[in-house]
């Protein structure tokens, strides 16, 4: 079975910064493309960070600047760098992998929670 564990969540002052962490197993991320969602309550889930296999990012202009996502392929894990944090990033975050286009992934982790205030 495939998994993945978040970690390093947790609350923040706005402007600060967190470091996610998720680990995966059942999977060779090296050869996914990968990516991290979140949701706020009360919304629906949205991307933020998407990393293909030649390590190409994209992030919507929400985000774009602020949150950088990368991989160690060799501890089959991937990371999300969020920096200059707003009220607005609260949400619970979610790393996946294995692209299906428009944001969707085949696997989820089960989220860690970001409050930002």
């Known amino acids: 079975d495939v998994q993945l564990v978040e970690s390093g969540g947790g609350s923040v002052q706005v402007g600060g910064s967190l470091r996610l962490s998720c680990v995966a197993s059942?999977?060779?991320?090296?050869?996914?493309?990968i990516g991290w969602g979140r949701q706020a309550p009360e919304k629906e889930r949205e991307g933020v960070a998407v990393?293909?296999?030649?390590?190409?990012?994209v992030y919507p202009d929400s985000v774009k600047g602020r949150f950088t996502i990368s991989r160690d392929n060799a501890k089959n894990s991937l990371y999300l760098e969020l920096n200059s944090l707003q009220p607005e990033d609260t949400a619970i975050y979610y790393c996946?992998?294995?692209?299906?286009?428009?944001?969707?992934?085949?696997?989820w982790g089960q989220g860690t929670q970001v409050t930002v205030s």
């Open positions: 059942g999977y060779r991320i090296s050869t996914a493309c």
């Open positions: 996946a992998i294995v692209c299906l286009g428009n944001w969707r992934f085949k696997y």
């Open positions: 990393l293909n296999t030649i390590n190409n990012a």
